[in-house]
């Protein structure tokens, strides 16, 4: 399978703890998002990378959250001190170059703060 | 910003019935939009995308959506449901800027087929 790759599928954390998912995007890819899902609700923007240059940030990115991507490669984001209102689908989704290109989505990583 | 709007949470069809989602965009740039699919747990899946090609764009699935720029709509459609088109679809609109394509999605339509 040459789709986007996220892992895990499932966290559940205590509020407090600190938590990591990663992204391994399609390969020639050279862009990279993560995108937030909350229920009922459509993917919000959270961040962009092209290549390992993360070149946008959205002000939903709290300082809690930090998101890298070294060689330009797979990407991880991580949340400190998690907290209930972090509860959310993580989505990550690559692309090529281009103005008009698709972003392909990964499955997912469900996060359950409790 | 560019902004998009679903008309109806949820909606609720017969199978073998006509599929109508609907999608109303603000941009104030020539739009690129797409249709995305959900399954539950699962992540989004392209079923089509319109970039000034033609006004009806043919997807996966035997969906197609039309490009009014007058209405600014990007409504999906599909002749007849099948049980298997029972999923969240979500539209979105594209702006590009700073080099790469921030997606804007609305906040998705449940289709719901009966038998």
């Known amino acids: 399978d040459t789709g986007v790759s996220q892992n895990p599928r499932h966290k559940i954390t205590k509020r407090g703890q600190n938590v990591t998912f990663r992204c391994d995007p399609i390969s020639e890819h050279n862009r990279l998002y993560w995108y937030r899902q909350t229920l009922g609700q459509g993917p919000e923007f959270l961040t962009y990378?092209?290549?390992?240059?993360?070149?946008?940030k959205s002000r939903l990115l709290s300082d809690r959250f930090s998101a890298e991507r070294p060689k330009g490669s797979f990407s991880t984001l991580e949340i400190q001190r998690t907290e209930q209102g972090d509860s959310a689908m993580y989505l990550c989704a690559s692309s090529l170059g281009g103005s008009n290109t698709e972003a392909f989505f990964g499955q997912g990583t469900r996060l359950t703060v409790v | 910003a560019q902004s998009v709007t679903q008309l109806g949470s949820h909606v609720s069809v017969s199978e073998g019935a006509l599929v109508l989602l609907r999608c109303n965009y603000s941009?104030?740039?020539?739009?690129?939009l797409f249709w995305y699919v959900q399954y539950p747990n699962q992540g989004l899946q392209l079923l089509l995308k319109?970039?000034?090609?033609?006004?009806l764009v043919k997807g996966i699935n035997g969906f197609e959506a039309e490009f009014k720029k007058s209405e600014t709509s990007f409504h999906l459609t599909k002749p007849s449901a099948h049980m298997s088109d029972a999923a969240e679809y979500f539209c979105a609109v594209s702006e590009f800027g700073n080099n790469f394509n921030k997606f804007y999605f609305g906040s998705g339509t449940k289709l719901n087929v009966k038998p």
């Open positions: 990378f092209q290549n390992e240059a993360q070149l946008e």
């Open positions: 941009s104030s740039v020539p739009p690129y």
């Open positions: 319109y970039t000034s090609a033609a006004t």
